[in-house]
């Protein structure tokens, strides 16, 4: 079983750091990167982080 840290909460299962039976990210710390200077809401952030399973 992949080691999940329930700090990084994600349901985003096509990314392979994904631990889906919780909802959190396997890894220790993501990258987060804003699309512009003054993000106003979630989707102005994208996880730099995310590797996808497809690869």
Do not use: G, W, Y
């Not at 396997?26 to 102005?44: G, V």
């Not at 952030?45 to 690869?55: G, R």
């Amino acid at each position: 079983m992949t080691k999940s840290n329930s700090s990084i909460r994600c349901s985003v299962h096509d990314c392979k750091h994904n631990c889906a039976e919780k909802d959190c990210c396997s890894l220790d710390t993501i990258q987060i990167r804003a699309h512009n200077a003054n993000p106003k809401s979630s989707t102005s952030v994208d996880c730099c982080s995310f590797d996808c399973k497809c690869k």
